[in-house]
């Protein structure tokens, strides 16, 4: 099967995701800054959702170039990814209307350890529907930063409930390491590229 319909339903489920969780953000009464103040907790919980949404659709992007075609395994793998990432916005604005209290906080790192989870099992499906050696398997690789990325979660789930900012912080941590550009799956598709061109020539 062809990925196109896939991508594009997964584009406008992430779209949706963003709105929902804007609309969280209601203007308050009052013409003062003052006024904004109580907002602030649910707008550092947009902020870090907001990155998170950002950086799946990218990465999400990036690999589905890399993919040549989808089955049926795959369209489930993905659908589970996006379930999790549905619950974004319910455990974004939990967290943020408790003010960051153990247990939202905690709950907010298990759904991105289920999304991160759901990434990794998407990236595997699409790797064994295109076969080792292949081009989609080079340009995920190891994927260290999935890895590394769930265990971090898991460390801030548990460490939330002795210290709640320092469990918040390490989502943060993971968000920055995703923040850094990975180019290796634009790098071998550039590679994949010159070496059609050069083989028409």
Not at 37 to 42: E, G, H, K, N, S
Not at 57 to 77: T, Y
Not at 156 to 165: E, K, Q, Y
Request: contains cysteine.
């Amino acid at each position: 099967m062809g990925k196109n319909r896939l991508e594009a339903f997964s584009d406008g489920v992430m779209a949706i995701i963003l709105t929902i969780m804007v609309l969280e953000l209601r203007a308050p009464r009052g013409d003062s800054f003052a006024a904004l103040r109580p907002l602030l907790p649910t707008f550092v919980g947009y902020a870090l959702s907001f990155i998170y949404i950002a950086i799946y659709w990218n990465n999400h992007h990036h690999m589905l170039h890399a993919a040549r075609k989808v089955n049926g395994p795959i369209l489930w793998a993905n659908t589970h990814l996006l379930f999790w990432l549905s619950l974004v916005p319910f455990a974004t604005a939990w967290m943020g209307g408790n003010h960051f209290a153990a247990g939202p906080v905690a709950l907010y790192g298990a759904v991105l350890l289920m999304a991160a989870l759901a990434y990794y099992l998407l990236s595997q499906c699409l790797i064994h529907h295109h076969g080792r050696g292949s081009l989609l398997e080079a340009a995920v690789g190891g994927d260290f930063k999935g890895k590394i990325s769930i265990a971090i979660y898991a460390s801030a789930i548990c460490l939330s409930f002795v210290n709640r900012w320092a469990g918040f912080a390490l989502y943060w941590v993971v968000a920055l390491i995703w923040l850094v550009p990975d180019r290796r799956i634009e790098k071998i598709l550039a590679r994949e590229a010159a070496g059609e061109d050069g083989s028409r020539r």
